[in-house]
């Protein structure tokens, strides 16, 4: 398939109605999600993705040749690079794992050079943050400010109830998945099959720059052990942290590989920037591979490595290069709340978040 894509212009970005009042919102709904989990548990934990299920370091590896097309910002030069990767489920309360909940994964990639976002200046890091569904579940920022305000006012509520929420939910979801169908809300909710992890592909669902292009970005397994976990069943009940045991499982003797695929928007009215909520059709512009993350056999989470990452660092889409800036109002809403919610957690735990500069100190 040839592929002819747009170039990036400004006038593509228009902000939505009432974008200002509509962060206020968001900002308001995660810091009160921020509150209610320090007070229940003392820990200073994210507003979202507070449970993380493995903790990897990794190696971005660029193969020299790509064409010029591909080799964009952080891509533009063969080498290779120390990565960090967080797997983490989407609430911002600290969950038995039986309530099954869309996973995520953040990238955060060490070394690089380029002119540095609004809010980034001085660091080397590039991070992509990215779910295990290729399509965000709202258009906009009002529609996910209604979503999360729903997150929140179910933040430590009753977590027996949210178990069994969650197996009618998950019941349901297998109905609609029996007829060929996928409901992004139900899965939201807390109905999201017991599957193994390592063998999602995982998406940004939101587009970035890509050099002067626009793209969404995906990391895919290829390694065959964690394609042989794709859709497969993982035993939960009984296990709170079953969803970490088996990255843990896994890591303590097997190596696993992704690639970083890339899709370009060739069509704004079939791939729109604004809508977040329409999937790009592959048939139009399919995923392409620009790169590899690899993971050696490790201990893929301890306590000290999660005081290191998931207490001292942060993730967001804004901390990176301006050759892969957000873009779109989901985006766009998104820098305030990310840096809103690093300085919540700076507030109650008395540390500051940074950003690596290397990886040499990393607890084994």
């Known amino acids: 398939m040839t592929v002819e894509p747009l170039l990036y212009v400004p006038a593509i970005e228009v902000p939505e109605d009432g974008e200002a009042e509509t962060l206020a919102g968001l900002m308001e709904s995660l810091r009160g999600i921020a509150v209610t989990t320090f007070k229940d548990t003392g820990r200073a934990t994210r507003?979202?993705?507070?449970?993380?299920h493995g903790l990897l370091r990794a190696e971005l590896r660029v193969a020299e040749g790509l064409p010029p097309l591909l080799a964009q910002g952080i891509f533009a030069q063969p080498g290779s690079w120390p990565v960090l990767m967080r797997f983490s489920s989407t609430p911002g309360d600290l969950l038995d794992d039986s309530v099954s909940t869309p996973r995520g994964l953040a990238v955060k990639v060490v070394g690089v050079q380029g002119e540095r976002l609004p809010g980034s200046e001085g660091a080397v890091t590039q991070d992509f943050v990215l779910i295990n569904g290729d399509t965000f579940a709202v258009p906009g920022p009002k529609k996910f400010l209604s979503s999360l305000k729903l997150l929140a006012s179910t933040t430590d509520k009753v977590p027996n109830l949210k178990k069994a929420l969650s197996a009618v939910l998950r019941g349901a979801e297998k109905v609609v998945e029996a007829f060929g169908g996928e409901s992004g809300v139900l899965k939201g909710l807390g109905g999201h099959p017991y599957t193994h992890p390592l063998g999602e592909t995982y998406f940004s669902q939101v587009p970035i720059l890509f050099g002067p292009y626009m793209v969404k970005l995906s990391?895919?397994?290829v390694a065959p052990a964690l394609?042989?976990?794709t859709d497969a069943p993982l035993a939960i009940n009984g296990r709170p942290n079953?969803?970490?045991d088996a990255v843990v499982d896994y890591f303590s003797s097997q190596r696993a590989e992704?690639?970083?695929r890339v899709q370009f928007c060739t069509d704004l009215s079939?791939?729109?920037?604004?809508?977040?909520?329409?999937t790009w059709p592959q048939d139009q512009s399919a995923y392409i591979a620009v790169?590899?993350?690899v993971a050696e056999p490790q201990a893929a989470w301890s306590a000290a490595r999660?005081?290191?990452?998931d207490d001292g660092m942060g993730f967001s889409p804004w901390h990176g290069i301006t050759a892969h800036r957000p873009i779109g109002a989901v985006m766009r809403v998104r820098k305030a709340a990310y840096e809103m919610s690093i300085r919540q957690r700076e507030a109650h735990s008395g540390h500051a978040v940074a950003e690596p500069r290397d990886l040499n100190d990393l607890p084994a």
């Open 227 to 229: 394609l042989a976990l």
């Open 242 to 244: 079953g969803l970490r």
């Open 306 to 309: 999660a005081a290191a990452i």
């Open 270 to 278: 079939t791939m729109p920037i604004e809508d977040a909520s329409v």
């Open 291 to 293: 790169a590899r993350l």
């Open 219 to 221: 990391v895919a397994p």
């Open 258 to 260: 992704w690639e970083i």
């Open 47 to 52: 507003s979202v993705h507070a449970k993380s």
